[in-house]
């Protein structure tokens, strides 16, 4: 694994995205993360999975830069699969709890909203959310019934239609996060929640599971490729390419100062 570092408790597991600073989702971190999480579901050694970051980034979202040098095919490939990840992650059976290290806009909620729980570093500075509007990234159907899954449907038109991100206070006000707790502390608070969980019996408990989000999978687009077919469409328009591109250079510029 190059973009993920795996450390096995007693009967669940750690999964931690690392991926230099910001963990920039690409390809090669969404075939990594879909690798895993299925061999972990099938495992019946493991009867959990906690998702973690870096300090100060759970996932700053997609590789923007990366991704922007992808041809016709390959910016396809990345959505599909993405769009098949997002499905992968919903409909885990087990418990899954994300503990979010600090930013996590656009692609890192996308991750984040998947899970059972979420628990977030505290921090003003901070921010969560599905802002694709605002980065001019053609939503998908089935993440906005996730939001409104967790914050209801008039919050989430809202925040989804103005790419809002949210810092902390806001996000659990909403709904959308469970707790806040101190960075150092937050890897800790999700494997007592984890811990709690384990105690029960698991197949009630995967059970119950499937009941609560039932209505949310019957909402679901279950082709990846379909989920996500106009964000690979108009990610070629000339108006978009130019805004990315002046987002790379603009990045770029900053990183040599």
């Known amino acids: 694994m190059n973009t993920l570092e795996l450390t096995e408790k007693e009967n669940y597991v750690i999964v931690q995205m690392n991926r230099g600073k910001v963990n920039a989702i690409n390809l090669e971190m969404v075939n990594e993360l879909t690798e895993v999480f299925k061999k972990l579901e099938e495992d019946p050694a493991v009867m959990g999975v906690i998702l973690t970051g870096r300090p100060h980034y759970f ?3 997609l ?3 990366e991704l922007y040098q992808y041809d016709e095919k390959q910016i396809q490939e990345f959505f599909t699969a993405f769009g098949g990840l997002y499905l992968q992650l919903v409909q ?3 418990p899954f709890i994300s503990a979010i290290t600090g930013h996590s806009p656009a692609g890192g909620c996308v991750l984040a909203v998947t899970s059972d729980n979420r628990y977030m570093a ?5 921010v969560i959310g599905l802002n694709e509007v605002a980065v001019n990234i053609q939503i ?3 993440l906005t019934e996730i939001y409104a899954f967790w914050m209801g449907e008039g919050l989430a038109h809202r925040y989804i239609l103005e790419g809002k991100l949210l810092n902390g206070k806001e996000a659990l006000a909403a709904g959308l996060i469970d707790e806040l707790v101190p960075l150092d502390a937050v890897l800790e608070r999700s494997e007592k929640q984890m811990k709690h969980y384990l105690k029960a019996n698991q197949e009630i408990l995967i059970n119950t599971k499937k009941k609560l989000r039932k209505h949310l999978w019957d909402k679901l687009d279950l082709n990846a490729e379909n989920a996500l077919k106009e964000a690979s469409i108009l990610w070629w328009k000339p108006e978009i390419r130019a805004k990315m591109k002046a987002y790379v250079e603009s990045f770029t510029n900053k990183n040599k100062k």
């Not at 505290?122 to 901070?126: L, P």
């Open 140 to 142: 998908s159907q089935n």
């Open 92 to 94: 885990f059976k087990k």
């Open 63 to 65: 590789d923007l830069i």
């Open 122 to 126: 505290e921090g003003d500075t901070y």
């Open 59 to 61: 996932s700053a979202g």
